[in-house]
């Protein structure tokens, strides 16, 4: 069926006008090859009671470096077979070694639990393996019986980091047999949480060295354009890469669509995901088993309750053909949808990156992407869930409005030529190592002299002796000992969400207490705020309130024609300056930084429409992040030259020497009552508002203050309803455009997400004496070298927003490149595009 669609969609009025790039991949033929000589015959049967007989390519060139005692980085395409590339050689090897023992680590606790599933179905009982999970879910009781019987212990990072290396006494026979550490999903491991997690494996082999044990690596990652590289960062020993896939693929789609202009001269498109509803209910109704990709919980729920009320009638009447799957759910009903993708009872699946990984979903015809992903790796890692085996599939990135999937849409040979992208960790970063070094020493003692991975003798003596005039360590008879009560990796998080989450209660129809979901406690404040809507397959739920001391939220199902935004203010504050220089138009720096953010309200919006229904205060804590972050100062020079233009929107207003006069005479025509709500004065005067706003009225750089400020055009308002109608009636700024547009651009220079940036924009900064500037931040602890990127691509980010804004057809700002104004507001690209000519 997928065929009579793909062939509908080429001539369908609606469809066929908004598809800018179409790539199809010819059909390929396995490479296969005998079993070599030397597998077990155990393990040929094996094989060979799953139909299987012949080995692709790169599973025995996997299986020859293994056997050869090298490590291996297993670098091939989606459902290539990787995991059975890498259960070959550790089988083979604890078959013919009855102690031998192999550790198993992936990101995440359902690959986990999917990996167990594979290794059940390979290895019969006779070879006494007995494969176990040993992560935070597993029960107390069965944890001492899996440590001394498991040959196989598939765990995650960080079960590893808190609970198996600080108690490793528990594990010694385990270690002492050691012979294989199989690492998937390796390309996840990057940024803060790599960096963290190749110091856990620098303690894992200290620990493995103490019981005499020297295991091999065996890693799998998706495509990524460094994986040896990474590989070696990662495990600090030389690594064999095999990336010779030889697997069969049948027939792949990859269609770029954008959907279509509803407003030219605003640039606006209609809705991603409104087009991504009906290309996937085009996909329900040929019968084609689809998973849509949303980048964010909240996207996740809305594209879920949209295709859910209008769901097609299928030909097989089946219960509940349309789910959700991201975090948050609970692990039984994740299963649950794994399975039903499986079984093909669950016929649409829309997800978040989390089943990104390769999770074994079956045969999927086709992936949905609402919006780019944010990586190129990312986006094929995505496509890849589409097909399986030699049936053709489609792949589609449905284009959001974001001026970086403009970028792309316009530009398709961009993503299509461009190799992925670089993982990039950072062991060494001082502050991530110093945690890992006090984890280290508290698991076993550090003789004076020894190194720690790549780290030399001396800095680590360095390190230490910081550690012991901080009265954490104490050095006798040539060790350093950890002294200190505290047990130090439970504080220490590998992720960048925090590591205490928020557990989401609720009242089951019964009257009984139930739980919906978790949410990480960094999103705790803008996810499950009080009076927020938080969605959960479908449902909408009203946060009644939230308890920060207990992590807990409480919630009442409800039925409401809204859902809710939260809104956050951000100071920054420079801590250090690690290189300044004077550019055209100003300064570019970068440096440490701390970002203190705070939720102070939310807004209300209308279901399909998104009408603001109204703002609420919220008094929640703030948050601190210390990080890197790159800063562009505009020069007074260049400021002069705006302002001479006429092109400068962010000085405060001169509404002119009579404005007191008219303010009281407005008030007094109003009989001093607000004209929204009909509040009266008390002690505290009125607002006069403009209902034409005030710099609407400047026309080639000429103020027209008269006409702004006629009597008629003032209305009185009282604060609630002033602070309600500027959230409708805004201009936006130029430099606000340009944080927009610099914001959007820079993470296809960096090849990172999105989402790893922040970007704060500020008329008058008072970390720079109260300058103009744009700050673009490292969105996790400590930073990851974004922001050092960033200094050095300056110019290049520059020319390319100018490109990208100038060649943009809207009139006045859109969300494609300067982002748009307020609903009745003015944009800001005249002001923009000024200030980047000025930059240039």
């Not at 692709?56 to 091939?76: D, E, F, G, K, P």
């Not at 670089?422 to 003692?445: D, K, Q, S, Y």
């Not at 390190?463 to 200190?484: C, D, G, I, P, T």
């Not at 233009?645 to 008030?667: C, F, M, S």
Request: negative net charge; charged residues 20%.
């Amino acid at each position: 069926m997928l065929e009579t669609l793909l062939e509908l969609w080429k001539q369908d009025e609606e469809t066929a006008p908004n598809i800018f790039a179409w790539q199809t991949t010819p059909p390929r033929a396995a490479q296969t090859h005998p079993f070599p000589t030397d597998l077990p015959a155990s393990l040929r049967e094996a094989l060979a009671s799953r139909n299987i007989s012949l080995l692709y390519s790169h599973q025995l060139t996997a299986w020859t470096h293994a056997r050869a005692h090298r490590n291996v980085i297993l670098s091939t395409g989606t459902a290539s077979g990787k995991t059975l590339a890498y259960n070959l050689p550790v089988l083979a090897k604890l078959i013919e070694d009855s102690q031998a023992r192999a550790l198993y680590l992936f990101p995440t606790k359902a690959l986990t639990q999917d990996q167990l599933s594979s290794l059940h179905n390979l290895a019969p009982d006779t070879w006494n393996l007995t494969p176990a999970i040993y992560d935070g879910d597993t029960p107390q009781p069965h944890r001492s019986t899996i440590r001394k019987t498991a040959r196989i212990v598939l765990s995650n990072p960080d079960m590893l980091h808190t609970g198996i290396l600080p108690h490793h006494a528990n594990w010694g026979e385990f270690f002492t047999n050691l012979k294989f550490i199989v690492i998937d999903e390796a390309h996840t491991y990057r940024g803060v949480f790599g960096s963290h997690v190749a110091n856990v494996i620098r303690r894992l082999k200290r620990v493995a060295k103490f019981y005499g044990a020297n295991p091999q690596f065996i890693l799998a990652s998706a495509t990524i354009g460094n994986p040896k590289e990474l590989a070696e960062t990662l495990i600090e020993e030389p690594v064999e890469l095999v990336d010779n896939d030889g697997s069969s693929r049948g027939e792949r789609h990859f269609i770029i669509y954008n959907p279509p202009i509803t407003n030219a001269s605003l640039g606006l498109r209609k809705s991603s995901i409104l087009e991504a509803v009906r290309l996937a209910n085009e996909l329900l109704k040929h019968d084609v088993q689809s998973v849509v990709f949303a980048r964010t919980r909240r996207s996740v729920e809305i594209l879920l309750t949209h295709l859910q009320t209008q769901i097609v009638n299928l030909k097989a009447k089946i219960e509940n053909p349309i789910r959700g799957y991201r975090s948050g759910y609970l692990p039984l009903q994740r299963r649950e949808i794994e399975q039903g993708l499986r079984d093909g009872s669950v016929k649409t699946v829309v997800a978040t990156n989390a089943l990104e990984l390769g999770i074994d979903i079956g045969g999927l015809g086709a992936a949905l992407m609402v919006g780019y992903p944010g990586t190129i790796a990312s986006t094929r890692q995505q496509a890849g869930r589409a097909g399986r085996g030699e049936l053709p599939a489609v792949s589609i990135l449905v284009a959001s409005p974001n001026p970086l999937d403009q970028f792309l849409a316009h530009h398709p040979e961009y993503f299509f030529e461009r190799s992925p992208e670089m993982a990039l960790v950072n062991p060494n970063h001082l502050l991530i190592l110093l945690e890992h070094l006090r984890c280290a020493m508290f698991e076993l003692p550090f003789q004076r002299g020894e190194g720690f991975g790549s780290i030399s003798d001396e800095l680590v003596d360095e390190y230490l002796e910081f550690l012991v005039s901080n009265q954490e360590a104490h050095f006798s008879n040539e060790k350093y000992f950890w002294m200190r009560d505290a047990y130090p990796a439970a504080n220490i998080s590998l992720r960048s969400a925090s590591p205490q989450s928020v557990v989401l209660h609720t009242t089951a129809d019964d009257g009984r207490p139930s739980i919906v979901g978790t949410v990480d406690g960094e999103s705790a404040n803008w996810m499950v705020h009080p009076g927020a809507i938080y969605m959960h397959e479908a449902q909408q739920y009203l946060v009644q309130q939230l308890d920060l001391e207990n992590h807990i939220a409480h919630l009442t199902p409800v039925g409401l024609d809204y859902f809710t935004e939260a809104q956050q203010e951000s100071e920054i504050q420079i801590l250090s300056v690690n290189d300044q220089i004077v550019v055209r138009g100003g300064e570019k720096a970068y440096g440490e930084i701390q970002v203190t953010t705070q939720v102070v309200g939310f807004r209300k919006l209308r279901w399909f429409t998104n009408e603001n229904l109204g703002q609420e205060p919220l008094d929640l804590p703030p948050s601190e992040l210390q990080t890197t972050g790159y800063w562009l100062t505009l020069s007074e020079s260049a400021l002069k030259s705006l302002r001479d233009a006429g092109l400068w929107t962010n000085d405060p207003n001169d509404y002119g020497p009579d404005w007191q006069k008219i303010r009281l005479a407005v008030r007094k025509r109003d009989q001093f009552k607000c004209q929204v709500c009909g509040a009266e004065e008390t002690r505290r005067e009125h607002d006069v508002h403009h209902k034409t706003p005030f710099r609407a009225f400047i026309q080639n750089g000429v103020l027209d203050r008269e006409q702004a400020n006629r009597l008629e055009n003032l209305t009185t308002l009282c604060p609630s309803c002033h602070r309600k109608v500027e959230q409708n009636v805004r201009i936006r700024s130029g430099l606000t455009g340009l944080g927009f547009v610099l914001g959007n651009l820079a993470p296809l220079f960096l090849m990172c997400d999105a989402g790893d940036l922040g970007v704060f924009a500020e008329p008058a900064w008072s970390a720079v004496n109260g300058q103009p500037s744009i700050v673009l931040y490292d969105l996790v602890p400590a930073g990851i070298g974004f922001s050092e990127k960033l200094f050095e691509l300056h110019a290049e980010l520059i020319r390319r927003a100018y490109e990208l804004v100038s060649e943009c057809a809207c009139e006045d700002g859109c969300p494609s490149c300067v982002g748009p104004g307020g609903e009745n507001g003015y944009g800001g690209k005249a002001e923009t595009l000024a200030i980047l000519q000025q930059l240039q």
